[in-house]
């Protein structure tokens, strides 16, 4: 492999906003904030929307998330209408 070519990979955890699911992994990912996980180690905190722990097909629920207004833009943007 060669040197310097490749972001760090280390640990972060990941926090789920919309259920507050948060968990422990390894990422090339770079965050400014940090948060305190069990061992007492301050680790970046990478937010996330939507993980297994708030998705619909894994947790069966039937939930629609859209926080940011997709859909209706999408609704603005492709409406069309009946010129009479």
Do not use: C
């Not at 972060?12 to 948060?22: A, E, N, P, Y």
């Not at 400014?32 to 894994?58: C, M, N, R």
């Amino acid at each position: 492999m060669k040197k310097d070519i490749h972001p760090p990979y280390n640990e972060v955890v990941f926090l789920d906003t919309s259920s507050g699911f948060k968990f422990l992994t390894r990422s090339t990912l770079q965050s400014k904030e940090t948060i305190q996980w069990e061992d007492g180690k301050e680790y970046p905190l990478i937010k996330v929307e939507i993980s297994a722990s708030s998705h619909p097909f894994y947790t069966g629920k039937k939930i629609f998330v859209d926080t940011a207004g997709r859909v209706e833009k999408f609704k603005r943007k492709y409406n069309t209408h009946k010129k009479s």
